[in-house]
C-alpha cells in the first residue's frame, strides 16, 4: 500500500520539512531553498504517477475509503502537472515579490490534499481532502500583503466557508439516508429511488460545489479573487484547485447517486446554460486581463457542465465523462499557462489592463507568443487542445440527441462570442502599441510557459493518445 | 501525377505567413518579396493541377485522418468547381499581391499585411480544395479571421477599426448557420466527406435536406453579403484597397457562392427558391443603392454585392454553369476596377467622387483599365460581363418572370452606376486633386493590363466549352439552361444601352440634371442614401439589444455588487477601516447570491424530481 | 429508526432552539425596569472605563496567534483524550498515528516559536 502512496508521502514529506525550514533560515535563501524542495519534490511525485499509470491497474488501497484507479491517476497527473508548473513558474515570482517560503508550503498542501481527494471513494475523507487543499488556498489567494490580496483573501474564504457548510449540509443527509458514508454504500441504499431528502442532498452538494467550480450564481467571488491573488496562484486556482470539485462531483454523482441522475444531470444542463452564457457576456466587457480571464475560467467550467449533464443520456457515457475529463485537462495547462503569462508579463509591466499589454508581442516575445497559443486554444480553434475537447463534448452532446444538441449548439454560439475577446488581447498585443523596448523574460516563467504551450499544442495535434487516456479514465468511473 | 501534390498548394502561402511573421521584419518590403514568390508558386501548381482536371477530370485524395475520426478525414477534392475557383484565388491573388509591391510600399506595416495576406490566400486555397466540411469551415473562419484582421489594418482609424468588428461581427450569424448546417449533415449523414454526402444525397429526406441546405445556404449569406445580412461589405471598404479587390470582391465573398456550388446536390427546389430570391433581392437593392453612393469604393462594393447576388441568382434558377462563369468573369473585371479605384485613390488622396474630375489625362492607363472593367460589368457586348449576364438572364427567364424584371431592372441599374462613376471621374473639367495625380508605378500597372486582358478575354471560355466542363462537377447535373434566346439578348443588349446612355446623358454631356432627378425623387434618394434604413435596424439591434443585455448582466454582477465597493472604494481610497465595512457587506451580498442559487436549484429539482 | 423519526428529534431541537430566546426575551420584556433613557445608558459598558472609539478597532494580531494556538492544542487534547481510553485494545499501529500526529502539530509549534508566534507584543518593544 505504501508503495502506491509514495507520491503523496513525498509531497507531505517535503511540506512538513519545509515547514520546518522556515523557521532556521533567512527569507529570501529559504525561500529559494523551499522553491527548489518543491520543485523536486513535485516532479519526483509526477514521475512515480506517470509510471503507475503505465500499469494501468485498479487498487483498492484501504476498502471503501481510499481507490487508486485509472481516473484518479488521471486527476493526479493533472494536479501534479500543474503544480510543477506553477512551482517552477513560482521561482521568479516569489523572488520579485519577496513571498516566503511558507508559499510552497501551501502549494504542497493544497497539492497533497487534492491528490487524496483523487483517490477518495468515501465522503468523509473526500470532504477531509477538500477541505485541506481549500484552507491552504486560502491563505494563497491572500498572499500579496495589500488591499486586493486582502480583498481576494476574504472573499475567497467566507463564500468557501459557506459553500463548506452546504457541502457538509448535503454530506449529512445523504449519511442520514444510507447510514454510511461509503459511496458504495450510499449507492447500495439509495437504489433508484428518489426522496425528497435526497434531492436536498443534491442540491446542496451542487450548491457547495458550484462555488468552487464557479458556476453562475456562486462565481462571484473567483473575479474578485483571480484578480486580487498573485497570478501564479490565480493559475494554480484555476487551474487545479477547481478541477478537484469537479473531480468530487463526477465521483459522488456517478459512484454514490446513479438512480438520481435525471435530477442532477438536469440541474447541471441548468447551470451549464447560466455558466457559460453569463460567463462568456460577462468577459466581453472586461477592461482588466485577470477579470476577463476569470469570466472566460466560468465560460469554461460552463463547457464541463455539459458534457455533465449529457450524463444523463442514453448516450455513451464515457464519452461524455472522457471529454469533460480532457476538457479539465487541457483547460488546466491552458488556463494556467494564460495566467502564468499574465504573471510573466508583470516582470516588465505594472498594470493588468488589456491595454497595458499592447506591444507586447515585441516587448517579451516569448511570452506574448505562448498566450497567444494558449487564448486561441481557449477559443477552441482547430489544433489547439481547447479545439479538441471541446469538440469532444459537442460531439456527446450531439450524439445523445434531443435536448442535448441544444446545449451543443449554445456551447458553439458561446466558443464563437468568446473568440472575441481572446482575439481582442492577441491583437493589442502585436498590433498596438508604438515603440517599446526588448523587456527580459523571467526564465523559469517562461520555461513553464513553452512547457505548457508544447503540451497545449500537442494535444491539439496529435489528440488520439490524450483521448484514449481520457475515455479508460472515465471508463473506470462506471465500473463498480 | 501532379493532382497528387495538389495539397501542396496552400502549403506554399501557409510557409510564406509563418516566415514573415517570424523574420519579415528583416526583410526588404516587410517580406513582400516573398509573399510573391510564394503566391506564385502556388499558381503555377494549380495551373498544373487545373490543367489535370481539363484533361483527365476530378481528382480525390483520401487524406489523412484526424484523431482517429472519419469524420476529420481531411484530404483534397479537385473537380471543375474547385478548379474554375482555384484559377480565380491563385492568378488574381498573385497579381494584387504584386500590386501591393507597390501600393503598400513605404507602409509603416507592411510586414504585418503580407503575412495576413499571406495567410489569408492560404486558407482561401485549403478552402477551395478541402474534401470535409470541418476542413471548409477551418478554413472559412481563417479566412473570415483574416479579412477582420486586414480591414482593420489601419487600427488606429477608428473608423477601420469599428467597420472591422462590424464585418466579424455580421459574418459570424453566417457562420453560425454553417456550423449548424454542418450538424444537421453529420447527423443525417454520418460523414462529412463531400464525394460521400454527395452520394447519399439522393436517399435523405426532402424536409432534412432543404434544412440543411438552407442553413448552409446562410453560411453563405453572410460570407457573400447578401440580403439582409450585406451590410458589412461596404464598411469593410475601409481596408486598403488591395485587399478589397483581394477579398472584398475576388475570392473570400465568392466563398458563399462557391459554398452553395459546391453543396449543390444537397438543394431541393424549395431551398433553390428562396436561393433565388435572396439572390435577385440583393442584387436589386445593392444596385440601387451603388447609383447614389459618391463614396468610389463604397459604389464598387456595393456593385459587388449586387453581382454577387446575381450568381446566387443564378445558381438559385437552375443556371448552374451561368453562376459559375459569372463568378470567373466578375473576378477579373471587379478585381480590375478596385485596382484601378486603388490607383486613383493613390494618386488623389480621397475617397470622394466629387473631389475628382477628368483624370483621364494624368492617368491614361489607369483609366483604360477603368474603362475596360466597366465595359465588362456594364454588360454591353463583347467583354466578359455581357456573356456570363446573358447566360443568367435566360436562366432567370425560363424560371419566373417576376424575378426577370427584377434582374432586367439591376442590369439597367448596373450600367447606369458604372458608367456614372467612370464618366465622373476620369473625364469633364480637371479637378483640384487631379492636378496632381500622376500614372502609378510599374509594378501596380502590370497587374492592371494583365487583369484588363482577363476582363476583356475572359468571356469566350463559353465558346470553349466551360459550361460543359463546370456541370461536369455535378452527378446530376440540372438541365443546362438553353442558351440566351435571341429577344432576351436583346432586351440584355438594349438594357445595358440604355443604363450606358442615360449615365452619359447625365454626366458626360450632361442633358439630364442630376440634380433634378434627385429632387424628384427625393424620398427614393433618401431612403438609398440610408441605405433602406438597415444598417440603423442593425445597430440599433446590436447597442440595444445584445451591448445592453451584456452590460446588464455586468450590471448584475458588477455595478449592484462590486459598484458599492469600487464606487465608493476609490472616493475612501485607502482607508482601511472603511474598506472592512465595505467588504463585509460585500461578501455577504456573494453569499445571499450563493443561497439564491441552491433555492434556484431546489425550486428545480423540485419540479423534476416531484416534491422536495 | 426510520429517517422521519430521526428528522423528528431534529425538528423537535429546531423547535426548541427557537422559542428558547423567543420566551426568554419575552419574560424578560415582562420583568424589565421602567425605560428612562438617558445618553450614559447608551454607552458601551467596557470595565466601567469610558468607551473612547468605536469598538470595531483592529486588534494586536497576537491575539489571534494566541487563539490559533490555543485552538490547536484543544483539539490536540480531543484527540488524544479517546485514544488514551482505549490505546490498549487499538494497539501499536494506533500509537504510532497519535505520534505521527504529535510530531505535526510538533512541528507546528516549533514553526510558530521560531517565528515569534510566542513573543508577546514584540514589536513594541
Known amino acids: 500500500m505504501l508503495a502506491e502512496l509514495l507520491p503523496e508521502i513525498l509531497l507531505i514529506g517535503a511540506a512538513l520539512l519545509l515547514v520546518l525550514l522556515q523557521g532556521f533560515c533567512g527569507r529570501d535563501a529559504c525561500a529559494k531553498l523551499s522553491g527548489y524542495i518543491s520543485l523536486a519534490a513535485c516532479g519526483g511525485a509526477l514521475l512515480l504517477v506517470s509510471l503507475h499509470s503505465g500499469a494501468g491497474v485498479e487498487r483498492v488501497l484501504i476498502p471503501e475509503i481510499i481507490k487508486l484507479d485509472a481516473f484518479s491517476l488521471f486527476f493526479k497527473l493533472l494536479f501534479l502537472t500543474l503544480s510543477f508548473l506553477v512551482i517552477l513558474g513560482s521561482l521568479d515570482a516569489v523572488k520579485r515579490y519577496r513571498m516566503g517560503g511558507e508559499y510552497y508550503t501551501m502549494l504542497l498542501f493544497t497539492t497533497f490534499g487534492m491528490l487524496i481527494a483523487s483517490m477518495a471513494v468515501d465522503l468523509a475523507v473526500l470532504y477531509i481532502a477538500v477541505e485541506l487543499a481549500t484552507i491552504s488556498t486560502f491563505a494563497l489567494a491572500a498572499f500579496r500583503k495589500d488591499r486586493q490580496g486582502a480583498e481576494a483573501g476574504v472573499k475567497y474564504f467566507v463564500i468557501g466557508a459557506l459553500s463548506s457548510a452546504l457541502v457538509l449540509f448535503g454530506i449529512s443527509l445523504l449519511y442520514g439516508i444510507a447510514g454510511s458514508t461509503s459511496l458504495t454504500a450510499i449507492a447500495e441504499a439509495l437504489g433508484s429511488s428518489s426522496g425528497p431528502v435526497a434531492s436536498l442532498a443534491v442540491v446542496f452538494l451542487i450548491a457547495g460545489f458550484g462555488y468552487k467550480i464557479a458556476a453562475v450564481p456562486f462565481h462571484m467571488w473567483a473575479p474578485d479573487t483571480y484578480q486580487g491573488a498573485p497570478s501564479t496562484v490565480t493559475a494554480f486556482l484555476a487551474g487545479a484547485t477547481k478541477k478537484m470539485a469537479f473531480l468530487a462531483l463526477m465521483r459522488i454523482f456517478i459512484v454514490a447517486l446513479p438512480g438520481l441522475v435525471e435530477s442532477w444531470a438536469m440541474l447541471f444542463a441548468v447551470l451549464a446554460v447560466l455558466t457559460m452564457t453569463v460567463g462568456n457576456l460577462v468577459a466581453l466587457v472586461q477592461s482588466n486581463i485577470k ?24 448516450a455513451d457515457l464515457t464519452l461524455a465523462a472522457g471529454a469533460a475529463l480532457l476538457h479539465m485537462f487541457v483547460h488546466a495547462i491552458m488556463k494556467g ?18 491595454s497595458d499589454f499592447a506591444g507586447l508581442g515585441r516587448r517579451m516575445p516569448v511570452t506574448a507568443f505562448t498566450l497567444s497559443i494558449f487564448l486561441l486554444s ?60 526588448r523587456a527580459e523574460e523571467p526564465v523559469m516563467l517562461v520555461a513553464a510557459l513553452v512547457v505548457s504551450a508544447i503540451i497545449v499544442l500537442y494535444v491539439g495535434i496529435f489528440p488520439e493518445s490524450a483521448i484514449q487516456l481520457a475515455k479508460s479514465s472515465a471508463a473506470s468511473l462506471f465500473t463498480p | 501525377m501532379v493532382a497528387e501534390y495538389s495539397w501542396l498548394i496552400p502549403v506554399f502561402p501557409l510557409a510564406s505567413f509563418v516566415l514573415i511573421l517570424l523574420f519579415g521584419g528583416r526583410l526588404r518590403e516587410g517580406g513582400g518579396h516573398l509573399a510573391v514568390a510564394a503566391v506564385g508558386a502556388s499558381m503555377l501548381l494549380s495551373l498544373a493541377v487545373i490543367s489535370h482536371v481539363v484533361r483527365f477530370g476530378s481528382y480525390e485524395s483520401r487524406g ?112 453560425i448557420l454553417f456550423l449548424a448546417g454542418i450538424l444537421v449533415v453529420y447527423r443525417e449523414f454520418g460523414t462529412l466527406n463531400l464525394s460521400e454526402v454527395f452520394e447519399l444525397a439522393p436517399g435523405v429526406a426532402t424536409a432534412t435536406l432543404t434544412l440543411a441546405s438552407l442553413l448552409l445556404f446562410g453560411g453563405a449569406v453572410g460570407k457573400s453579403a447578401q440580403f439582409p445580412l450585406h451590410v458589412w461589405l461596404p464598411d469593410a471598404m475601409e481596408g486598403p484597397t488591395t485587399v478589397s479587390a483581394l477579398i472584398h470582391a475576388a475570392t473570400m465573398v465568392k466563398a458563399g457562392v462557391y459554398l452553395v456550388a459546391r453543396m449543390y446536390p444537397l438543394f431541393t427546389p424549395e431551398s433553390l427558391h428562396v436561393v433565388a430570391w435572396i439572390g435577385g433581392i440583393t442584387a436589386f437593392i445593392a444596385a440601387s443603392m451603388a447609383v447614389v453612393m459618391t463614396d468610389l469604393k463604397r459604389v464598387i462594393a456595393y456593385s459587388t454585392v449586387s453581382h454577387l447576388g446575381f450568381m446566387t441568382l443564378a445558381l438559385g434558377v437552375g443556371g448552374y454553369a451561368a453562376g459559375i462563369f459569372h463568378l470567373l468573369n466578375h473576378s477579373f473585371f471587379k478585381a480590375l476596377l478596385f485596382l484601378s479605384a486603388g490607383a486613383v485613390l493613390h494618386a488623389v488622396h480621397s475617397q470622394d467622387i466629387r473631389d475628382m474630375s477628368g483624370l483621364w489625362r494624368r492617368m491614361p492607363v489607369t483609366g483604360t483599365a477603368f474603362f475596360i472593367g466597366a465595359w465588362s460589368l456594364s454588360g454591353l457586348p463583347p467583354w466578359s460581363g455581357f456573356w456570363s449576364k446573358d447566360e443568367i438572364m435566360a436562366a432567370v427567364h425560363s424560371y419566373s418572370t417576376p424575378l426577370f424584371w427584377l434582374t432586367a431592372v439591376t442590369a439597367l441599374l448596373s450600367a447606369v452606376y458604372i458608367w456614372r462613376l467612370f464618366f465622373i471621374v476620369f473625364t469633364g473639367r480637371e479637378s483640384e486633386q487631379a492636378k496632381h495625380a500622376h500614372e502609378a508605378p510599374l509594378v501596380m500597372r502590370i497587374p492592371l493590363i494583365i487583369l484588363s486582358l482577363g476582363a476583356l478575354f475572359s468571356g469566350f471560355v463559353v465558346f470553349a466549352g466551360f459550361g460543359e466542363f463546370v456541370q461536369g462537377a455535378l452527378e446530376h447535373a440540372p438541365e443546362a439552361a438553353e442558351h440566351a434566346s435571341g429577344s432576351v439578348m436583346l432586351l440584355s443588349i438594349l438594357l445595358a444601352a440604355t443604363g450606358t446612355g442615360l449615365a452619359a446623358l447625365t454626366y458626360y454631356r450632361p442633358v439630364i440634371s442630376a440634380a433634378r432627378v434627385r429632387r424628384a425623387l427625393a424620398p427614393v434618394h433618401t431612403l438609398l442614401v440610408n441605405r433602406y434604413y438597415l444598417d440603423h435596424l442593425y445597430y440599433f439591434f446590436a447597442t440595444r439589444v445584445v451591448a445592453d443585455s451584456a452590460r446588464a448582466l455586468r450590471g448584475v454582477d458588477e455595478f449592484i455588487v462590486d459598484g458599492t465597493v469600487n464606487g465608493t472604494g476609490r472616493a475612501a481610497v485607502c482607508s482601511g477601516r472603511k474598506l472592512r465595512l465595505l467588504q463585509s457587506g460585500v461578501v455577504q451580498d456573494y453569499a445571499s447570491w450563493v443561497l439564491a442559487g441552491a433555492f434556484l436549484l431546489l425550486v428545480i429539482a423540485g419540479l423534476i424530481g416531484g416534491g422536495v | 429508526m426510520s429517517v422521519s423519526e430521526a428528522y423528528l428529534t431534529v425538528g423537535i431541537f429546531v423547535l426548541v432552539g427557537v422559542l428558547f430566546p423567543a420566551v426568554t426575551i419575552f419574560v424578560a420584556s415582562l420583568l424589565r425596569r421602567p425605560a428612562k433613557p438617558e445618553p450614559g445608558k447608551y454607552l458601551t459598558y467596557e470595565c466601567s472605563v469610558l468607551p473612547f472609539t468605536d469598538a470595531r478597532i483592529q486588534h494586536n494580531v497576537e491575539y489571534y496567534m494566541y487563539a490559533l494556538l490555543f485552538v490547536l492544542f484543544d483539539v490536540e487534547t480531543v484527540f488524544l483524550y479517546p485514544w488514551a481510553m482505549t490505546y490498549r485494545s487499538f494497539g501499536i499501529l494506533a500509537t504510532a498515528e497519535v505520534i505521527v500526529f504529535i510530531g505535526i502539530l510538533a512541528l507546528g509549534l516549533v514553526y510558530a516559536w521560531k517565528k515569534g508566534a510566542l513573543e508577546w507584543m514584540k514589536g513594541w518593544r
Open chain 1, 337 to 354: 499557462g494564460a495566467f502564468l503569462a499574465v504573471a510573466a508579463a508583470g516582470s516588465a509591466i505594472a498594470g493588468r489592463d488589456i
Open chain 1, 378 to 437: 481557449l477559443a477552441g480553434i482547430p489544433f489547439f487542445a481547447g479545439f479538441v475537447s471541446k469538440f469532444l463534448i459537442l460531439m456527446a452532446s450531439v450524439s445523445a440527441g434531443g435536448a442535448y444538441i441544444a446545449l451543443g449548439v449554445l456551447l458553439v454560439i458561446n466558443s464563437v462570442i468568446s473568440l472575441y475577446y481572446y482575439a481582442k488581447v492577441i491583437r493589442v498585443m502585436y498590433f498596438e502599441g508604438g515603440e517599446v523596448h
Open chain 2, 64 to 175: 489523412i485522418s484526424w484523431f482517429g475520426s472519419e469524420a476529420f478525414r481531411f484530404g483534397v477534392l479537385v473537380d471543375p468547381l474547385s478548379a474554375v475557383m482555384l484559377f480565380v484565388v491563385s492568378f488574381v491573388g498573385f497579381l494584387i499581391v504584386v500590386y501591393s509591391l507597390g501600393y503598400m510600399h513605404g507602409d509603416p506595416g507592411v510586414q504585418r499585411y503580407y503575412a495576413e495576406i499571406s495567410l489569408f490566400i492560404a486558407s482561401m486555397l485549403s478552402l477551395v480544395i478541402a474534401n470535409n466540411l470541418v476542413f471548409m469551415f477551418i478554413s472559412w473562419e481563417l479566412v473570415g479571421l483574416c479579412s477582420y484582421l486586414l480591414i482593420g489594418y489601419w487600427y488606429r482609424k477608428p473608423s477601420a477599426a469599428s467597420a472591422a468588428k462590424k464585418a466579424f461581427l455580421v459574418t459570424r450569424v453566417g457562420d
Open chain 1, 291 to 314: 477579470r476577463m480571464l476569470a469570466y472566460s475560467s466560468v465560460a469554461q467550467a460552463g463547457y464541463v457542465l455539459v458534457a455533465f449533464a449529457v450524463l444523463s443520456s442514453k
